[in-house]
């Protein structure tokens, strides 16, 4: 089952992470989850097709061990440069969660109610003994902080809250390389929530010229690393190089309206 949920809300202390209206998401997922095993899921604003669909459809039956949900996301332009190298979209796992278009298991979603009702506001949980032992100290304290500020507005969002359940139990995401879907919701009076100008890694369309009958895992190391560096400095934005250029910015926007003013 497939539902297309309402989009949620831009965040622009949490760079490049999308943040969505908490409520009406819970009960929508629970109540679709009382009937199925599977749920996939579509803000209002993403672009997808049929071929996205297949892809959730095939992975669904291959998601296994600490793989926890299927994302049809990937930031894109920067990995147009490795189109010579890699011909055909492949499959890889990534700690992070990109909340554009993805699948789940009810057996997963329950997991992260139990750790949300249970454990969020008052986390017990050893984070030495999971995923962020792969973060850098300069990671590590980024997280940490959108944590901290995600549970001061803890009506506010979803998605933070699931990516920390992600990597408290080292669970990973299942992702294309070259993304099947993305978010058309920027600068759009028909978005729901997204605003503000769209981010340099989002395509306009989803990358569909690269046909396939069934989507591998990659196997190339040098490609792997290329990806974690520009999900780093995109989905994740928690890269020193990054946070550094966005607080530059930050500062010259400020500069620039108190010459104005």
Not at 70 to 79: D, E, K, Y
Not at 137 to 142: G, T
């Amino acid at each position: 089952f497939f539902f297309q949920a309402e989009d949620g809300i831009r965040d622009i202390g949490v760079t490049g992470v999308q943040t969505c209206a908490l409520p009406i998401f819970f009960y929508a997922i629970n109540w679709v989850l009382e009937e199925f095993e599977n749920v996939i899921i579509f803000e209002d604003d993403i672009l997808f097709n049929t071929q996205t669909i297949d892809f959730f459809l095939e992975q669904l039956s291959k998601i296994e061990d600490k793989t926890a949900c299927c994302s049809g996301f990937s930031p894109q332009n920067f990995l147009q440069l490795i189109s010579p190298i890699i011909k055909k979209n492949y499959t890889f796992k990534s700690i992070y969660f990109p909340a554009w278009g993805w699948c789940i298991s009810k057996e997963i979603w329950l997991k992260f109610l139990e750790f949300y009702n249970n454990n969020y506001l008052n986390p017990s949980e050893n984070y030495k003994v999971s995923n962020f032992q792969t973060l850098s100290n300069y990671s590590y304290k980024i997280w940490h902080g959108r944590y901290q500020k995600s549970r001061e507005e803890i009506s506010r969002t979803w998605d933070i809250p699931f990516q920390e359940f992600l990597m408290l139990n080292s669970f990973e995401v299942l992702r294309p390389i070259f993304t099947l879907t993305t978010n058309i919701g920027f600068l759009s009076d028909l978005s729901t929530n997204t605003k503000g100008n769209k981010p340099w890694w989002v395509p306009k369309a989803p990358i569909l010229n690269r046909k396939y009958n069934s989507i591998k895992p990659l196997n190339n190391r040098f490609v792997r690393m290329i990806i974690n560096f520009v999900d780093r400095i995109s989905i994740a934005g928690d890269h020193p190089i990054f946070v550094s250029f966005i607080k530059f910015l930050k500062i010259l926007t400020k500069d620039k309206k108190l010459n104005k003013n």
